[in-house]
């Protein structure tokens, strides 16, 4: 993938933070409102665009040595592209009150790290 014309897209980095927030495809899917293999396509291509993995092959999912360092700064970016946005991403999810505070929380309030 080129640096530039093929950058990573916002749904990755939020997939990749809900798969580590929630310890998995499967439950990072499910508070997104997002098919797993949608999750689990975007992790790959933040990883193929990375060029490094980001988490394990295990059930579940661990963070690798590259992905514990890159998790902090993703979290970090993805706070501060909703900041400059004036307000958060909305994504399909069902049964919530309010789709952009769900994100405010999840952005705001420090994950599990696995």
């Not at 939020?14 to 310890?23: D, K, Q, T």
């Not at 992790?43 to 992905?67: C, H, I, S, Y």
């Not at 993703?74 to 999810?93: N, Q, W, Y």
Request: hydrophobic share 45%; charged share 25%.
């Amino acid at each position: 993938m080129n640096l530039i014309d093929d950058g990573p897209k916002f749904s990755w980095l939020i997939s990749f933070l809900a798969v580590v927030r929630f310890s998995g495809y499967a439950k990072g899917a499910d508070w997104l409102g997002t098919p797993q293999p949608t999750v689990s396509k975007h992790v790959a291509r933040l990883e193929a665009w990375f060029g490094r993995d980001l988490l394990t092959k295990n059930r579940p999912p661990k963070l690798t040595p590259f992905g514990r360092r890159a998790h902090a700064m993703l979290e970090d970016h993805a706070k501060l592209m909703c900041i400059l946005r004036g307000s958060v991403p909305t994504f399909p999810k069902k049964g919530v009150g309010s789709r952009e505070e769900d994100i405010i929380s999840f952005l705001l309030f420090p994950a599990r790290v696995i």
